[in-house]
């Protein structure tokens, strides 16, 4: 049973054409996250939201937005992508914030810029 | 900061091989340490995790990784490699409750099983 889904698994989008991607949990994770995957690299976290506390990684563009409208949905929106945005995107849900908590990681969304 | 380094990125076995994959970690004092992988088209699964106590800790798949705190390692270890373990496999380390607590992964490495 799926626990972390994410929509879509493929993404493609205009340079500077806004886009939203979508990651939902039924876990009921107090902690969701967002995380970029470029070809060959690490995760890195882009933010985090613990409830509905939103929390910003220091180095995540400001063209890099999220929404947690609930509980179990979580947005990632980049408002202008550029080709530098191409990337896999994670989201992921823990049920604290915290080192010690296992994340849970749902496929992933290939983000495609043209 | 806390940093991870996998220094292979592509490491290729036959089936039933023994494997080990490299992870070595900066930090000051003993971080908690986690080893994910990803097979193709899914998400990142959890296979084990150190915290604290014994320094071989085993996992799910039938793997395990031991922490060598004089060598800042955390190698993840199976004895004999399946076909369905042709993923990528990340180590990543979190600092412990004080520092920034989030997960910061190594750059992976690929797994390829040959029959």
């Known amino acids: 049973d799926a626990m972390v889904i994410q929509n879509p698994r493929y993404q493609v989008t205009q340079f500077g054409k806004p886009v939203t991607l979508s990651c939902s949990q039924t876990?009921?994770?107090?902690?969701m996250y967002w995380y970029q995957q470029k070809s060959s690299q690490a995760p890195k976290l882009l933010f985090h939201?613990?409830?509905?506390?939103?929390?910003n990684e220091a180095d995540t563009p400001d063209n890099f937005q999220s929404r947690r409208p609930n509980t179990s949905f979580c947005f990632l929106d980049i408002r202008s992508p550029g080709l530098g945005d191409a990337a896999m995107y994670l989201c992921?849900?823990?049920?604290?914030?915290?080192?010690?908590?296992?994340?849970?990681f749902g496929p992933g969304t290939r983000l495609t810029v043209l | 900061a806390q940093s991870v380094t996998q220094p292979d990125i592509h490491i290729t076995v036959s089936e039933g091989a023994s494997l080990e994959l490299r992870c070595n970690y900066s930090?000051?004092?003993?971080?908690?340490l986690f080893w994910y992988v990803q097979s193709p088209g899914q998400g990142l699964q959890l296979l084990l995790k150190?915290?604290?106590?014994?320094?071989l800790v085993q996992g799910i798949k039938g793997f395990e990784a031991e922490f060598k705190r004089s060598q800042s390692s955390f190698n993840l270890r199976k004895p004999s490699v399946h076909w369905s373990d042709a993923a990528e496999y990340f180590c990543?380390?979190?600092?412990?409750?004080?520092?920034?607590?989030?997960?910061?992964f190594g750059k992976g490495t690929k797994l390829t099983v040959n029959p």
């Open positions: 992921a849900t823990s049920r604290e914030w915290g080192g010690t908590d296992t994340q849970y």
């Open positions: 876990l009921n994770h107090n902690v």
């Open positions: 939201y613990y409830d509905k506390d939103f929390n």
């Open positions: 930090y000051g004092a003993t971080p908690y």
């Open positions: 150190y915290f604290s106590g014994d320094t």
């Open positions: 990543a380390v979190a600092t412990p409750q004080g520092g920034s607590e989030k997960l910061v």
